[in-house]
């Protein structure tokens, strides 16, 4: 079966993707859509010219069914989506079947920002001065400056970087600019002044690892872990937890949804609002204070 059509045809689409979507979203489509092979296959359909939106609502039901949580199975149909495009692409599909099956409504699950007296402790905690220490302190700056994911923060070259921000490539391989603050480029110099002494001759990465090449996500991810528990940081610290609390934090001081939502390379305003947790009662008070008609006027509130 691993020849047959169907598998062809997944593979075409995976090897389009790879060339814009980070590894692990790779790898998690690809997860996705070989269970959706499975469940295909197991009832006689060896072409992706045959899917249809029933076929589409039964597999996500069976999954459904299975006990998998929303947010997975939202990844699925995201998958199979993904698939029905490139079909229609190629020709194979007439329209996406994916497209008339709505998205699994998702809990909000968002990571709980550091507070900000506790955000600066923790970077402001002097270090050894090591080149690892140099590098790790860069990134833990660049992460909480620019509000950037961890996978656009490890595909930095030395050539996305420049004076006052950087050039990112986001999700889908949609490139934005982002600025970079004092402390960052601070520690961002500090890093390249000695960063020779452990890349490799030609590496383009901005961060390298002991071996002189690109440091990987899971890398990243542990030594932000290591680092925290070594500065005494009493919570668990991960790199999409420093890019929430630069969204939450730049909100509270600017009340700019707009410009956060571009920071972040968000396409939807709505996705900004959910990420940043603006509560009610904080909007209420912009709206109170800010809306013509929002209050009655002095004269109206007094007794008569």
């Not at 699994?104 to 699950?109: D, E, G, I, K, N």
């Not at 030395?158 to 520690?187: F, I, M, N, W």
């Not at 990243?220 to 790199?239: D, N, S, Y």
Request: charged share 25%.
């Amino acid at each position: 079966m691993a020849d047959s059509l169907l598998h062809q045809q997944l593979e075409a689409c995976l090897a389009t993707l790879a060339a814009t979507a980070s590894p692990a979203t790779l790898n998690a489509y690809r997860h996705d859509l070989e269970a959706l092979a499975t469940f295909l296959e197991a009832r006689d359909v060896h072409d992706g010219g045959q899917l249809d939106v029933g076929l589409v609502r039964r597999f996500l039901g069976a999954e459904r069914s299975r006990g998998l949580a929303p947010r997975s199975l939202a990844r699925r149909r995201a998958a199979v989506s993904h698939f029905g495009t490139f079909l229609v692409k190629a020709g194979v599909l007439g329209h996406n079947p994916a497209e008339l099956v709505s998205t699994p409504r998702l809990p909000a699950h968002l990571p709980k920002p550091l507070d900000v007296d506790q955000l600066a402790r923790l970077l402001d905690t002097p270090h050894d001065g090591s080149p690892l220490a140099l590098r790790d302190q860069a990134m833990l700056e660049l992460f909480y400056s620019s509000g950037l994911r961890l996978a656009e923060l490890a595909g930095l070259d030395l050539s996305d970087l420049d004076s006052r921000r950087v050039r990112v490539l986001g999700k889908g391989g949609k490139p934005r600019q982002v600025p970079v603050g004092r402390s960052a480029r601070r520690a961002l110099d500090a890093w390249l002044a000695c960063r020779s002494a452990l890349a490799a001759p030609g590496q383009m990465a901005l961060f390298v690892g002991n071996r002189g090449q690109r440091l990987g996500h899971r890398a990243i991810q542990k030594r932000m872990t290591e680092v925290a528990r070594r500065r005494g940081l009493p919570e668990h610290l991960h790199p999409h937890r420093l890019r929430h609390s630069f969204a939450s934090h730049l909100l509270e001081s600017s009340q700019d949804l707009r410009a956060v939502q571009e920071l972040l390379g968000h396409a939807n305003l709505s996705t900004t609002q959910v990420y940043t947790k603006l509560d009610w009662q904080h909007l209420a008070a912009s709206y109170d204070a800010a809306h013509p008609r929002a209050r009655r006027r002095n004269d109206e509130s007094r007794d008569t």
